[in-house]
C-alpha cells in the first residue's frame, strides 16, 4: 500500500528545490532528520541523514513523483564521477548525488507542497542573525524571512 509523504519529507523536498531561500545540505540536513526521526539534533549522524534521504528517495519512485532509475546506472554515474575527482567514492558522494536527483525531480501538480516550515531551521537561521518568530511569538511571514536571507546575501 502505498503512503504519501509526510510533512518533513515534503519540506525537505522543498529545501532541495530552494524554497527555504539557502540550501546548505552540511549544515541543515541535521535539523530535518531531527524532526523526522524524533531525535535531538546532536544525536543525528550521517547514517541518519543518509537513511533518511534514502528512504524520500523511494518512497518518490513508488508514489511516480520521480523515474525509477536503473540501479546499475545511478552507481555508474556515481563512479563516473568519483573517476573525474579522485577516484574515491564516500557517502557523501551518493548523499549528494541523491539530493540532487530529488532536487531535479518535476513533482509540480503531482502533490500539493506545505507551506515552507522555517522553524525546521529556527537554529541555524538564528545563527545567521534571521528571526523566523518575531519579538511577540508570532512567525513571520514566508516572504519578510526570504527577504532577510537575500539581504544577507548581498553584504
Same mark, same amino acid.
Given at each position: 500500500? &502505498?503512503?504519501?509523504?509526510?510533512? =518533513?519529507? &515534503? #519540506?525537505l523536498i522543498l529545501y532541495t528545490k530552494g524554497h =527555504? *531561500?539557502?540550501?546548505?545540505? /552540511? #549544515?541543515?540536513? %541535521?535539523?530535518f532528520a531531527s524532526e523526522l526521526y524524533d531525535i535531538p539534533v546532536n544525536h543525528i549522524d550521517k547514517y541518519n541523514i543518509l537513511s533518511m534521504v534514502v528512504d524520500i528517495y523511494q518512497k518518490m519512485i513508488d508514489l511516480k513523483l520521480m523515474e525509477e532509475i &536503473?540501479?546499475? %546506472? =545511478?552507481?555508474g554515474?556515481?563512479?563516473? !564521477?568519483?573517476?573525474?575527482? /579522485? *577516484?574515491?567514492? !564516500? &557517502? /557523501? +558522494? @551518493?548523499?549528494?548525488?541523491l539530493l540532487s536527483n530529488i532536487q531535479n525531480a518535476s513533482t509540480d501538480g503531482k =502533490? !500539493?507542497? +506545505?507551506?515552507?516550515?522555517?522553524?525546521?531551521l529556527e537554529e541555524v537561521f538564528t545563527s545567521l542573525g534571521i528571526q523566523v518568530i518575531n519579538e511577540i511569538g508570532v512567525r513571520r !511571514? %514566508? +516572504?519578510?524571512? @526570504?527577504?532577510?536571507?537575500? #539581504?544577507r546575501e548581498t553584504v
Amino acid at each position: 500500500m &502505498k503512503t504519501e509523504l509526510n510533512h =518533513f519529507e &515534503k #519540506q525537505l523536498i522543498l529545501y532541495t528545490k530552494g524554497h =527555504f *531561500g539557502r540550501i546548505n545540505y /552540511d #549544515q541543515d540536513l %541535521k535539523y530535518f532528520a531531527s524532526e523526522l526521526y524524533d531525535i535531538p539534533v546532536n544525536h543525528i549522524d550521517k547514517y541518519n541523514i543518509l537513511s533518511m534521504v534514502v528512504d524520500i528517495y523511494q518512497k518518490m519512485i513508488d508514489l511516480k513523483l520521480m523515474e525509477e532509475i &536503473k540501479l546499475r %546506472k =545511478f552507481i555508474g554515474n556515481i563512479f563516473y !564521477s568519483a573517476w573525474m575527482v /579522485d *577516484g574515491r567514492i !564516500s &557517502k /557523501d +558522494d @551518493l548523499l549528494k548525488r541523491l539530493l540532487s536527483n530529488i532536487q531535479n525531480a518535476s513533482t509540480d501538480g503531482k =502533490f !500539493s507542497y +506545505d507551506e515552507v516550515d522555517f522553524p525546521i531551521l529556527e537554529e541555524v537561521f538564528t545563527s545567521l542573525g534571521i528571526q523566523v518568530i518575531n519579538e511577540i511569538g508570532v512567525r513571520r !511571514s %514566508k +516572504d519578510e524571512i @526570504l527577504n532577510d536571507i537575500r #539581504q544577507r546575501e548581498t553584504v
